[in-house]
């Protein structure tokens, strides 16, 4: 059986209601007194847009009552244990407002609100998924067909009112589970304990083996209440364990505040993953150690996003991005293949990662081509697992790849410029330098080339990355140390950087045998380009007076509310445009440190400009936002992402697309 104990809500709770109504006194008429100090319901009406909420008013709150408020269809409208409304689907729902003396436990019903929600066309839905989940292993691309009629059953819904918790776990050391009344609708829920007993590096709480319930590569809504003895912050965690090891937990949906004792809902899109492992499980943890109960529990399968956003940028840009790591990439095939057609890895095909383990000997490893320039008698075999898994995964997914990036100053091991491949020795030659370069692009370009798929996916290259930010903390960069040992600060560094030139060139020509140069394109990626545009226009001036081989510039775009102002990077794309070069926004963030709110307008601004410019003749192609969400983005502290989390979207999403469709129209 998939399904677990049925809860039979609604019957409970229009039960509820009638019973409610009829013992409910009736308000004495006449007594202005009284009647001042009864609480009444503000509004009797309300609606509210799909992904929207709205708060239930109560006048004449009085400390003497506790209100709770209970939404007759949870599928149009959820409400909190504070009365916000939040939209689903659109339709009509009833919210029922109940109030309880706290003294004598008197519960009545306070009134009803009748709750309108409405769905403004063109955004995400997060709604219910209207078709049942068909048994299946292998997980379908396409989402579930919304002009079919059945609602999807609950493949778990679970009120503890049978005192069943035996599919629970714990998920931590020390932590016990068990039964315990004041539930939030009723007198049954479930506690977990012993929170702060062991060593619970990623949080602790109760368990649900969801392995049995659900199917691969498919959403689910989750719905739960949730209450912390103390103020806490909830998450909700999952982790895909299989027979052996540890699987890594990825947090489902935002994290939730809650004010101590007070029931709160937990609303979020889980996508489960393509291998469903026997150890799938979700777990509740707060970020105090105080007792966690959750109650009402139900698990549905759900639909994503639809193509909006997708569709609305790639017509403008063709290429609309992500940044991905390999894990991340397998782990949220479901959000990222919605979104994006493009990805960057954040780290796969660095130097750092091809680098790392690279054999060393003095045979050719088999299939590498030795360059002519090359003048070491000893020969690296790079590391192209990740690289391969990559390309395979890409393919599948539909995903085109920007590779990122051959040349660095960082992430970038110190071996790789020193004698014989030894970081204990000093730094070769520049002429030695320059075998290692041709050696090292050629072969990555020919292995990508050769491996199946590997044409159909990378589709352009950050040749070189960051040379006018190359002194990290001050230190200078290898391969300034290499090309120019005399260099004594940046003020020395020169604009013409002859192993840019060299690395451009071995691209342009591996690009040009297999027959590539045309729809390929190389990149030179930094970030502040508005700082930095006229040295950078020096740079990829020099690098193509003998011929077009660097085609443009990569934008990375790590920005900030306050600083730049959209303009002055509009500036800079103009300058780029007049030099004819392709441009691509690279890795778009931008924090807001502060919460000013101001996030959503400079998203809307920057977008709009990216439009303009785009229709205005700039060769923009692409735009690569850094990372899926605020919470795995590198600059999570500055919440830069159009995602809080996974499947939740801020305002800022609607509004980029309203803004680039609006502009481009
Ligand atoms: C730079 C690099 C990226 C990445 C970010 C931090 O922008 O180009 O590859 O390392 O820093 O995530």
Redesign the pocket.
């Known amino acids: 059986m998939r399904t677990m104990t049925r809860k039979l809500f609604s019957k409970i709770l229009c039960a509820a209601i009638i019973l409610s109504l009829v013992s409910a006194p009736a308000i004495p008429s006449g007594r202005a007194e009284l009647k001042a100090k009864t609480p009444t319901l503000k509004k009797k009406n309300i609606t509210v847009n799909v992904g929207k909420k709205k708060t239930i008013s109560i006048k004449n709150k009085s400390s003497k009552y506790k209100f709770s408020f209970l939404s007759k269809n949870k599928k149009i409208a959820s409400v909190t244990a504070k009365g916000v409304v939040k939209g689903i689907k659109s339709g009509k729902t009833t919210v029922v407002v109940k109030q309880t003396e706290k003294k004598t436990k008197k519960k009545k019903t306070l009134g009803k609100v009748k709750v309108t929600v409405k769905k403004i066309d063109g955004k995400l839905i997060i709604a219910q998924s209207p078709t049942p989940a068909p048994v299946q292993t292998s997980p379908s691309p396409v989402p579930p067909n919304p002009t079919a009629t059945p609602e999807p059953t609950p493949c778990v819904d679970i009120d503890f009112k049978n005192g069943d918790i035996s599919m629970f776990t714990t998920e931590g050391e020390g932590v016990k589970i068990e039964l315990s009344g004041d539930g939030y609708d009723d007198n049954a829920c479930l506690k977990a304990t012993g929170r702060g007993t062991g060593n619970n590096w990623f949080g602790c709480g109760m368990a649900l083996n969801l392995s049995n319930y659900i199917q691969p590569g498919k959403l689910y809504s989750i719905v739960c209440y949730v209450k912390c003895d103390k103020d806490a912050t909830i998450t909700v965690r999952s982790r895909n364990s299989g027979s052996g090891g540890f699987s890594f937990p990825s947090q489902v949906g935002n994290t939730l505040d809650v004010k101590a004792g007070i029931w709160t809902e937990f609303n979020s899109v889980y996508a489960s993953p393509d291998v469903v492992n026997k150890g799938l499980k979700i777990y509740w943890d707060a970020s105090s150690t105080a007792d966690l109960y959750i109650d009402s529990i139900v698990i549905k399968e759900t639909k994503g996003i639809d193509s909006t956003f997708k569709d609305t940028f790639s017509e403008i840009f063709g290429n609309i991005g992500t940044?991905n790591t390999y894990t991340q990439m397998r782990e949220n095939k479901q959000f990222t293949t919605s979104l994006y057609n493009s990805v960057t890895m954040?780290n796969e095909m660095?130097p750092q990662y091809i680098l790392n383990n690279a054999k060393v000997s003095y045979d050719v490893p088999d299939g590498y081509v030795v360059p002519e320039s090359y003048k070491d008698n000893l020969y690296l075999e790079f590391n192209f697992n990740d690289i391969d898994n990559v390309i395979k995964t890409a393919y599948e997914y539909g995903l085109r790849v920007r590779f990122?990036?051959l040349v660095?100053h960082?992430?970038t091991q110190s071996f790789f410029f020193r004698q014989g491949y030894n970081e204990e020795r000093a730094y070769v030659t520049s002429s030695v330098m320059d075998g290692r370069l041709e050696y090292y692009i050629t072969n990555i370009m020919k292995h990508i080339y050769e491996t199946e798929h590997g044409k159909d996916v990378v589709y352009a290259w950050d040749v070189v990355?960051?040379y006018f930010h190359n002194y990290d903390k001050g230190n200078k960069s290898k391969w300034n140390e290499v090309y120019y040992p005399s260099e004594k600060s940046e003020s020395d560094r020169t604009k013409k950087p002859v192993y840019a030139k060299t690395a451009f060139t071995v691209a342009h020509k591996v690009l040009e045998q297999y027959g590539l140069q045309d729809s390929v394109s190389l990149f030179y990626?930094d970030?502040n380009t508005y700082e930095v545009a006229d040295d950078i226009i020096e740079m990829i001036n020099y690098i193509n007076e003998d011929g077009k081989v660097c085609d443009g510039v990569g934008m990375?775009s790590?920005l900030d509310v306050k600083y730049p102002t959209p303009d002055k990077i509009a500036s800079t794309i103009d300058k780029f445009t007049k030099e004819g070069y392709e441009i691509q926004i690279t890795?778009l963030d931008v924090t807001d440190y502060d919460n000013s709110g101001k996030q959503e307008s400079y998203y809307a601004d920057l977008i709009k400009m990216f439009v303009t410019k785009k229709k205005a003749g700039a060769d923009i192609t692409g735009i690569t936002f850094?990372g899926l969400c605020d919470s795995n983005s590198?600059r999570w502290d500055g919440k830069p992402l159009l995602f809080s989390a996974l499947f939740c979207p801020k305002e800022a999403f609607y509004k980029v697309i309203e803004v680039a469709k609006s502009v481009w129209e």
């Open positions: 940044c954040e660095k990122h990036v660095w960082s992430q990355n960051e990626n970030y990375q790590h890795e850094w590198w």
